[in-house]
Structures are given as structure tokens and as C-alpha cells.
């Protein structure tokens, strides 16, 4: 096969550290300097100087277990630590468990000037192969890569039948 006559721009990422933690304590209200329990959710946004930023983007309680252990789940760009999540639910505080997952979440959102082509190879009358995923530097979501892969089904459709009927 010939190499591809388009090139496909990387993607760079944004990592985010996502903990889960399962226990009956709640959040400490002092972590927070309140004097009312916590809210279930909290978000935050990045201040104008970011040494001040807090050590997460978000922290809210996502279930309750038959067991009666709230499940708390923290997004983060750094991984949290234990001394984090001592101050965070108390000194003796039972944490019963912790799962912690590393990803690339979305990508990073720099200024684009130009979109990956959506047909890589070959530009005949054949199916040919085509990138699902040239949107992601610009917006990145399940429900816009499924459009963007009805769309090319589309246009192999059309392409193949030599019809534009085809919905």
C-alpha cells in the first residue's frame, strides 16, 4: 500500500488522576473552613494565580453502598495522596478502600488552524480508509465521534452506490 496522502496531526491530552474512595465518614466541613457538612458535589475552576489552584478540579459523592459507605470520587491533576485524604476525611478515618485510575481524558484544547482530513487512503472509487476521529482537537465526546463515524458511513455509502438518497 501506498503511504497515507494525509497526515494526521497528534493529539496531545490532558492526564487526569481520578480516586475513588469508599467510607462512612463524610468529609471534614474543616478541610473546607465551613461550619455546615459538606456539599455533595464541589467544582472548581483554575484562579488567576495558580499556585492558589486547590489540589482538585472536582470532588462529589457519586453513591451510597448497601454496606453504607458513601463512595466519594475525586478528579485531579496530580495524584492525591495518603496525607491528602487524611486531611481531607480525618486523621483516623477509615477509608476502606481506594482505586485510583490514571488517564487521558480529553485533549488539550490549543487554538487549531487546521482539521485532520476526515479520507486518508485511497481517494478512488473503492471504500477507501478514513479517520472517524479528526474533530478530537476541537471537541472531544462519545456522542461527537458517533456522528462523526455515521457521517463517513454515509459517505462510503454514497460512494459505493453512487447514490446521494442514502440517509
Do not use: C
Not at 488567576?48 to 453513591?63: E, H, K, M, Q, Y
Not at 453502598?65 to 485531579?76: A, D, P, R, T
Request: hydrophobic share 45%; charged share 20%; net charge neutral.
Amino acid at each position: 500500500m501506498n503511504p497515507l496522502p494525509a497526515a494526521i496531526q497528534k493529539v496531545t491530552y490532558m492526564t487526569l488522576h481520578v480516586t475513588l474512595v469508599a467510607t462512612k465518614v463524610p468529609v471534614r466541613p474543616g478541610f473546607f473552613n465551613l461550619d455546615h457538612p459538606v456539599p455533595a458535589a464541589i467544582l472548581t475552576t483554575l484562579p488567576t494565580n495558580i499556585s492558589d489552584a486547590p489540589f482538585f478540579n472536582s470532588l462529589s459523592r457519586v453513591g451510597l453502598l448497601h454496606s453504607g459507605e458513601s463512595v466519594w470520587k475525586i478528579f485531579s491533576p496530580k495524584r492525591v495522596t495518603e496525607e491528602t485524604l487524611k486531611e481531607l476525611f480525618g486523621d483516623n478515618a477509615k477509608l476502606d478502600w481506594i482505586h485510583r485510575k490514571v488517564w487521558k481524558a480529553y485533549p488539550l484544547l490549543d487554538p487549531v488552524e487546521e482539521f485532520a482530513p476526515i479520507e486518508l487512503y485511497p481517494r478512488d472509487s473503492s471504500a477507501g480508509v478514513w479517520y472517524t476521529s479528526g474533530i478530537e482537537s476541537f471537541i472531544s465526546t462519545m456522542e461527537t465521534s458517533a456522528l462523526s463515524g455515521r457521517n463517513i458511513a454515509h459517505l462510503i455509502a454514497r460512494r459505493l452506490w453512487d447514490t446521494k438518497d442514502i440517509v
